[in-house]
């Protein structure tokens, strides 16, 4: 492993001032021209906007901005990637590392809490800047930070010696946002570990910054099979005909797709809401995975729900969609607790001879235990 060698991180818009010859749909030229301040969008924004701005960065591709058909809060879009008042607005029990990703770390860069499973994350950038992220303390808080090829190193050490690892998760930051040079590097290296056995990306490019999908980046990641990418799709609205074909690309590149989503109120708290994301992703070829219950993270009470709105949306998808297109409901639990999946109480009563179950439509049905 060369570790001399310099990994790229796509520059900001201060960094190389965009060539003419760039177009709309060039992902370099959306990183590029990220939209940084919310005094450059088309509305006047609040003195509170401007401070929640410089607490917690701001960025939006081009691309991700054009979503926006209403320039307020009651817009999906707008209220996913703007920064907002009640981002100023904290309780006691959140924290900025709510999942104590710090506390799981053995080396820098590595988060290993599960036993057979490690989550790298390689850099602090994304194409957009998700308001409700649970690494706002890491998102966009340096100048394109991206793991060095010694932390690469060490990380890659520490995997070797940790056999029972099979799954390293690639998550950031976006990923997808370093060159596709860079990426191949570090999946060459988790690669060279003999114990693992899948690779897997999390990435919201996507949704965000579509034209990121390129024939050089899924030639390039078919080279690491078995790889799977996990996306982020919220709401039904990102389900754009540039999205849907670059999940087509990734799918035909041989990549199962999967999707998390987090559950925000005002946005996606709807169970109509929800069920139309899922069909849209069944059709896109991507496989519902987690509906998560958003996190204790500093900056973003406003987006929580009560638990029970996702129980509720869990009991209206069942009956009504696939098994395939239901997500598992999940919170992950502070003080870095792990995952666990919440579901609707379908057991009524259980003894020796019989269970009781409630069905999806509330009827009751015995079910008889063996003899």
């Given at each position: ?23 709309f ?46 320039w ?6 707008f ?14 029990f ?5 999942l ?20 790298l ?22 100048h394109?930070?991206v ?18 690892i ?17 990426l ?9 570990v003999?114990?693992?056995d ?37 709401h039904?609205?990102?389900?754009t005909?540039?999205?849907?074909k670059?999940c087509?690309?990734?799918?035909n ?17 709807d ?34 729900t009560p638990?029970?709105?996702?129980i ?20 992950d639990?502070p ?6 999946e919440l579901?609707?109480?379908?057991i ?13 439509e ?10």
């Open positions: 492993m060369d570790l001399n060698k310099k990994f790229e991180q796509v520059e900001d818009p201060e960094d190389k001032p965009p060539s003419q010859l760039e177009k749909d060039d992902w370099h030229w959306q990183m590029r021209n990220r939209i940084r301040k919310v005094s450059n969008l088309n509305f006047p924004p609040s003195k509170e906007m401007i401070q929640a701005e410089e607490k917690f960065p701001m960025a939006i591709t081009p691309y991700y901005a054009s979503l926006v058909k209403r307020d809060s009651t817009d999906p879009i209220a996913m990637s703007i920064p907002q008042a009640n981002e100023l607005l904290d309780s006691s959140l924290s900025s590392d709510p104590s990703e710090g506390h799981d770390m053995p080396v820098p860069n590595l988060v290993h809490r599960y036993k057979d499973r490690a989550l994350i390689t850099t602090d950038v994304c194409g957009m800047f998700c308001r409700f992220c649970t690494r706002k303390r890491v998102a966009g808080q340096t394109g930070s793991i060095t090829p010694i932390q690469l190193e060490v990380v890659i050490q520490y995997l070797k010696e940790h056999s029972e099979h799954d390293v998760i690639i998550s950031g930051g976006d990923p997808l946002t370093m060159s596709t040079n860079t191949d590097y570090i999946l060459t290296a988790v690669r060279s003999p114990s693992v899948i690779i897997r990306i999390g990435t919201r490019v996507p949704v965000t910054m579509p034209m990121r999908i390129t024939e050089e980046l899924t030639e390039m990641l078919k080279k690491h099979h078995p790889v799977w990418i996990n996306t982020h799709f919220n039904p609205v990102e389900i005909p540039e999205a849907k670059a087509e690309v990734l799918v590149a041989g990549i199962p797709l999967g999707n998390q989503t987090v559950l925000l109120k005002g946005i996606n708290d169970p109509m809401v929800i069920e139309e994301l899922c069909r849209g992703l069944i059709r896109m070829r991507v496989r519902p995975y987690y509906l998560f219950q958003c996190d204790l993270v500093k900056g973003v009470e406003h987006f929580r638990l029970k709105k996702g509720e949306i869990m009991e209206h998808l069942r009956g009504r969609l696939s098994g395939i297109a239901i997500p598992n409901f999940v919170v639990a003080n870095g607790g792990g995952k666990i579901l609707p109480n379908y009524v009563s259980m003894n020796e001879k019989e269970t009781i179950l409630r069905n999806f509330g009827k009751l049905v015995s079910y008889p235990e063996p003899i």
